[in-house]
């Protein structure tokens, strides 16, 4: 599926903050399955050979609202692709002090 496609697959599961996504890329293709408790936990895709790309996530689906549902969509789709690109996602500055306050 292409992305358009992968949104609307996962935007008709509807994930729970228990659920767990997987997402994978090969080239422009995407799949991705959401598993919820009590399913076996899905170690990787079903294809022979490793995608390009992949993640796992968990938290809460934005369900109710489109706008935050792309947003979320976006960053998940750009975090897995550093895999690939070799791209740095730190939020955080290296001068910031730990711990974190905001």
Known sequence: M???QLLTAIADARPGPVDVVYVERRGEEYNC???SPGEDF?????AAEFPDAWLY???EWPAEDPDRQQELFDDLL????TMV???DRCRWSPDDPWPRTH
């Open 78 to 81: 750009a975090e897995m692709e």
């Open 42 to 46: 899905l170690l990787g895709g079903g």
């Open 57 to 59: 996530w968990s938290g």
């Open 2 to 4: 292409d992305r358009a």
């Open 85 to 87: 690109s070799g791209g």
């Open 33 to 35: 399955r959401v598993t």
